[in-house]
């Protein structure tokens, strides 16, 4: 696409008349509103990551945990040694994901206290406290009363 709106075909490289920034920059601001394609790249990618936490029984989700992180999920997981082409394109996007996740807390038991983005907040949804050791691996369902559903 580059080379098209900036090259002058078989020829030359031609004349740069604009930057690719400004090219991909919203028309109300003087560019032409070309997407950049490495912003719809890593989107896509975000996407994927996506649905590798949230499709947990897919074929897809399946194979790449075992593969890539056999003892926790997409959000706890690390490139590791080795990673295919794939995985390291899917980690690019990994905080992003991150950052954009959070849980729906229910009748669900795997949602942990501590190092979960569980709280409602745009600024820290982390629970921020001193973690008690014996307390590491508790649950948000343990701070439900059940009687009251609060």
């Known amino acids: 696409m580059n080379a ?3 090259g002058n075909g078989a ?4 004349i740069r008349w604009m930057a690719w920034t400004k090219l991909c920059g919203v028309k109300e601001a003087g560019g032409l509103g ?4 490495g912003n719809f790249n890593l989107s896509m990618l975000a996407k994927q990551g996506w649905r590798l936490e949230n ?16 003892n926790s999920d997409f959000l706890n997981a690390t490139l590791g040694n080795n990673p295919s082409y ?9 905080e992003m994901v991150k950052q954009g996740c959070r849980r729906r807390i229910g009748d669900e038991a795997s949602t942990r206290i501590w190092n979960v983005p569980w709280l409602p907040c745009r600024v820290n949804d982390f629970l921020t406290t001193q ?3 014996q ?5 948000v369902q343990n701070l439900i009363d059940d009687s009251h559903r609060e």
């Open 4 to 6: 098209f709106w900036r």
């Open 11 to 14: 020829i030359g490289k031609g």
């Open 34 to 37: 070309f997407k950049s394609l």
């Open 55 to 70: 499709n947990v029984n897919s074929l897809v989700t399946n194979l790449m945990k075992a593969r890539y992180f056999p």
């Open 86 to 94: 794939m995985w390291r394109s899917l980690m690019l996007a990994h």
């Open 131 to 133: 973690m008690p050791v």
């Open 135 to 139: 307390l590491q691996d508790a649950c």
